[in-house]
Protein backbone atom coordinates (compact mmCIF):
# COMPACT_ATOMS: atom_id res chain seq x y z
CA UNK A 1 0.00 0.00 0.00
CA UNK A 2 1.30 3.38 -0.90
CA UNK A 3 1.61 6.28 1.37
CA UNK A 4 1.46 9.89 1.01
CA UNK A 5 3.25 12.30 3.12
CA UNK A 6 5.20 15.68 3.16
CA UNK A 7 9.03 15.44 2.62
CA UNK A 8 11.33 18.23 3.01
CA UNK A 9 14.50 19.38 1.36
CA UNK A 10 16.60 18.21 4.11
CA UNK A 11 15.04 14.70 4.06
CA UNK A 12 15.67 14.87 -0.16
CA UNK A 13 19.01 15.93 0.67
CA UNK A 14 19.91 13.07 2.75
CA UNK A 15 18.63 10.31 0.80
CA UNK A 16 20.50 11.83 -2.37
CA UNK A 17 23.82 11.33 -0.41
CA UNK A 18 22.90 8.26 0.85
CA UNK A 19 22.08 6.89 -3.00
CA UNK A 20 18.63 5.89 -1.47
CA UNK A 21 16.13 4.43 -4.28
CA UNK A 22 14.39 7.24 -5.06
CA UNK A 23 12.41 8.45 -8.15
CA UNK A 24 12.22 12.44 -8.05
CA UNK A 25 9.75 14.16 -10.22
CA UNK A 26 9.57 17.58 -11.15
CA UNK A 27 5.81 18.58 -11.30
CA UNK A 28 6.67 21.91 -13.10
CA UNK A 29 6.02 22.81 -16.74
CA UNK A 30 9.22 21.57 -18.89
CA UNK A 31 11.12 24.86 -19.20
CA UNK A 32 11.31 25.62 -15.47
CA UNK A 33 13.25 21.80 -15.80
CA UNK A 34 15.20 22.53 -18.88
CA UNK A 35 16.48 25.72 -16.26
CA UNK A 36 17.57 23.36 -13.52
CA UNK A 37 16.49 20.55 -11.89
CA UNK A 38 17.78 18.14 -9.07
CA UNK A 39 20.15 15.32 -10.43
CA UNK A 40 18.58 12.54 -11.78
CA UNK A 41 14.80 13.78 -11.80
CA UNK A 42 12.39 14.00 -14.25
CA UNK A 43 9.61 16.06 -15.36
CA UNK A 44 6.01 15.47 -16.01
CA UNK A 45 3.60 18.47 -15.21
CA UNK A 46 0.77 18.27 -12.71
CA UNK A 47 -1.38 18.09 -15.29
CA UNK A 48 0.37 15.52 -17.37
CA UNK A 49 0.59 12.25 -14.38
CA UNK A 50 -2.91 11.11 -15.21
CA UNK A 51 -1.51 10.16 -18.89
CA UNK A 52 2.05 9.72 -18.24
CA UNK A 53 2.57 7.91 -14.87
CA UNK A 54 1.41 4.38 -16.17
CA UNK A 55 4.41 4.53 -18.76
CA UNK A 56 7.02 6.59 -16.63
CA UNK A 57 6.44 5.28 -13.07
CA UNK A 58 5.07 1.52 -13.63
CA UNK A 59 6.42 0.49 -9.81
CA UNK A 60 3.74 1.31 -8.16
CA UNK A 61 5.77 0.57 -4.93
CA UNK A 62 8.69 2.83 -6.02
CA UNK A 63 9.84 5.58 -3.14
CA UNK A 64 9.07 8.78 -5.28
CA UNK A 65 9.46 11.94 -4.53
CA UNK A 66 7.19 14.92 -6.58
CA UNK A 67 8.59 18.37 -5.91
CA UNK A 68 8.11 21.98 -7.33
CA UNK A 69 9.52 25.02 -6.94
CA UNK A 70 8.60 26.47 -3.25
CA UNK A 71 6.50 26.01 -0.54
CA UNK A 72 3.28 28.06 -2.13
CA UNK A 73 3.54 26.05 -5.19
CA UNK A 74 0.86 23.07 -5.15
CA UNK A 75 2.15 21.79 -8.50
CA UNK A 76 3.64 18.65 -6.56
CA UNK A 77 0.65 18.57 -4.28
CA UNK A 78 -1.32 18.09 -6.87
CA UNK A 79 0.92 15.47 -8.91
CA UNK A 80 1.00 13.37 -5.48
CA UNK A 81 -2.16 12.88 -5.22
CA UNK A 82 -3.01 12.30 -9.17
CA UNK A 83 -0.63 9.35 -8.69
Same mark, same amino acid.
Given at each position: ? %?? *???????????????? %??????????????????????????????????????????? *?????????????????????
Amino acid at each position: M %ST *FRRIYRDDIHAHLRAG %SAMTLVEALPEKYYRDGHLPGAIQMGHDEVREQAVNRLPDKNA *FIVVYCANTPCHNSRIAARTL
